[in-house]
């Protein structure tokens, strides 16, 4: 047995605002899915909020063609999937400002780790399978086309017996709270076993790039409960539980170019931030500075400057690394790991199940989504 990496299509150019859909193999067993995306700025893409390519990849899909999905996640989502399953952020170049290309590599597993042998996706059991990817870039971060996609499939050649089942990852519900201090109740699927259960409480933002209210703070509280609330799994703010999941998987390390500003805000995609360290650079000629560049103190997700650099020819752009927890506000509320298909979590209502199996959102205020993903092992043929 060997591993195969095909790629299937090469810098692809995908048209803003709609969804790149391309048919893959009919048979294999794919492992799989490297895409490593990479997209020209906008001119102006720094004095814009959501800057980074990924942000705008609403969808990454692997379907049957209809309705039938194998793998369905945003791309902040499959970003922070990568980083509970391998433990690291994937190759990325967050370049953020004009002209200049910005690159990020996403991978859709079908097992639990990369080149997972025991789960993997049997292209055979399907009529047609196929790889879908939507966004809602505008010209304001790049030109029609200027984004594009390389596929490559990660394929297992010469397997002697298949893998009876593959990993599905699939976001599950999303609701927002109706009003400031309402609830959102998401009661997880009884049908399938469960590996990982994942939540992401996604924040609104303002055209600035702040937060309009950041669900981490100390008002914000979520619970995850075994049988209809009589077994307490969670009962925390969400930094305790993004705290407690660095235990786990370790911290977070995110990095970007951006630019210099008072008043335009910085996602590091670091839900609750520990440190960071910064150097200006320039994108032209530059002198001395005559004032110094200063971050504003802050533990939040969107940073600013406190001061930016001055003068003539000063820097107008700084490197930043950020540490933390919480990559793009997500929490991991249940774990199986490489453990045997009998400690996945049970959420029907068997002897040896913990259903029924609820997560309780208190939503201080109503300015986010909270968003359930599930990991979860399909028989091939099946989603």
Known sequence: MYWKQHRAYKEDPMSNTDTWKEELPTKGLLSGILLQFHMVNASAIQNYYKSRLIDHVTKVEVTDGGTETMFSLTGQESKAQNWYDEGKIDHEMAILYGNKTQRTTLYIPFGRYFKDMDYMLDLSKWDSVYLELTNDLTTTYCADKAAKVDVQLITAEDLSVAPVNYIKNYEWRNNKPKADAQYVYHKLPTRDYIRRVMVQIDPDMETTGAATSDPKSDSFNLKFMYKEGAEVVWDHRPKDLM??????YGLIKTRGRYLQSTS???DTAVGYVANEQFSVMGDTASG??????????SNDRFQKMKNVSAGATAPEFI????VGV?????MVLFDAGLKSIDEYLKPGSGLDAKGPVDIEWYGHTDDHTLRTCLSVPMPQGEA
Do not use: C, F, R, W
């Open 288 to 297: 001395t500075a005559t004032a110094e560049a200063v971050m504003e103190e």
């Open 319 to 322: 490197d930043l690394q950020t």
């Open 326 to 330: 919480g990559y793009y506000h997500t």
């Open 243 to 248: 705290k407690s999941n660095a235990l786990d």
């Open 264 to 266: 335009q805000y910085i």
